[in-house]
């Protein structure tokens, strides 16, 4: 699967360049017949190695689990749910600032209207962790992207490019917000 690990340690690179994730922060997972090849926890998607990416059973059990991303049974939920094959878990740092701010992110630029329209919004100190995880397959069913409040944002695709791309729309959109702001408050 060659392929996969390009893809992976590509999106990982844009992803850190962007300035999307710190260095050892987000995940990546891609899907293929009844596998799921995701980063190990703690690495640096800026610098990843082969190494990085472990193979892994997409519905069973592995002793490797403890060695992935803590984030690997939502990667799981959010592939099986939605039939979508890659899946980004960013931590773009203006989007993650708005959610602290707001209750919805409604994109104010007409691009991030057309490609990601309404931004879903949960809180993951209010639901409890087998919740927060159907939730957010759930929604991702139908949207781009969902933004978990004060930590990142999970975005779902047909291959990885997509699902950076949807990641970096919000960032974007998230950044043009901020700087809207006035001095005599929020718009």
């Known amino acids: 699967m060659e392929w996969i690990l390009r893809d992976i340690l590509r ?3 844009l992803l850190f360049e962007e300035g999307l994730v710190s260095a050892r922060a987000g995940n990546l997972s891609v899907a293929f017949r009844d ?3 995701i980063t190990r926890t703690g ?3 800026g610098d990843l190695l082969p190494t990085d990416v472990l193979e892994l059973p997409l519905q069973e059990s592995d002793s490797l ?4 991303s803590v984030e690997l049974d939502l990667h799981r939920s959010i592939v099986l749910e939605t039939g979508k094959r ?4 960013a931590h773009p740092p203006h989007a993650v600032a708005l959610s602290l701010l707001r209750e919805e992110i409604d994109p104010p630029d ?7 329209g309404e931004v879903p919004l949960l809180d993951p100190s209010k639901l409890p962790r087998p919740a927060l995880i ?4 759930e929604l991702l069913r139908e949207r ?3 933004l978990l409040r004060g930590h990142g944002v999970f975005s779902a695709g047909t291959d990885l490019q997509e699902a950076y791309s949807y990641v970096s729309t919000l960032e974007h959109s998230c950044r043009l917000t901020l700087l809207s702001y006035t001095k005599e408050g929020r718009k």
């Open 11 to 13: 999106t990982g690179r």
């Open 35 to 37: 596998r799921i090849f």
């Open 43 to 45: 690495s640096n998607l």
């Open 65 to 68: 689990e403890e060695r992935a």
């Open 86 to 89: 890659a899946v980004v878990h």
């Open 110 to 116: 007409y691009e991030a209207r057309a490609v990601l």
């Open 134 to 137: 159907r939730k957010t397959a």
């Open 144 to 146: 781009k992207v969902v």
